[in-house]
């Protein structure tokens, strides 16, 4: 029988509530920084939207700079180091965009549950793009390996010259930011109707 060991439970049980506390710091601190920015949140505001003290806020984080750059791993690196680049270099290129294609549409969704203007999201991304080197070559890195992945599978799958290949991947990636983009200013709701209708053009077309 294994014995039962209550200073490792209290280790533990410290561990979690570390943990909790750290996630709740970053969590609110991601929708003050979504809002103002780095320049614009004050360690006060992050200190009255977490009730923590001055010195408990120093106990997990050495500068609101240290704390930005959890910020900006947790929710927005993290998930892109999940991305199975190897399992998307083995697809044929047609997997590759509809794979593409769902994680693009998921995006939006998860951030408007989220209750995340997505236009802010942008805005905090490319503030710690500005900011952040590391972030900046990580993110660099990311989607050259994906167009290089796509560059070279559309090369070897059809039988078109390196650079239309290369044009072809870039394309692809460009079309789903660019979706991204339009949901930011209109909305994942959609824009309004982009050709008004014809009933009588219409069946005529059928016809």
Known sequence: MTGHNPEKDTEDAG?????TTRDRIVSASFELFLRHGFDGTGLSQILKETGLSKGAFYHYFASKEALYREVIESFFLAPIRRFDIASFDAQIVRQSREELA??????????????????RYFALFFEAFSRLEEFR???????????????????EQHEIVPKAAEIHAVNII?????????????????????IATNPEMDEQKRA
Do not use: C, N, W
């Open 102 to 119: 769902d994680a693009y549409e998921e995006l939006p969704i998860a951030v408007k549950a989220a209750g995340i203007d997505m236009a």
């Open 174 to 194: 460009a079309a789903f930011e660019g979706r991204l983009f339009l949901d930011a200013i209109f909305g994942i709701e959609g824009m309004e109707p982009l």
């Open 137 to 155: 070559d990580e993110m660099r890195a990311y989607y050259l390996a994906l167009l290089k992945s796509l560059a070279r599978r559309t090369y």
């Open 15 to 19: 561990a979690a509530q570390h943990g």
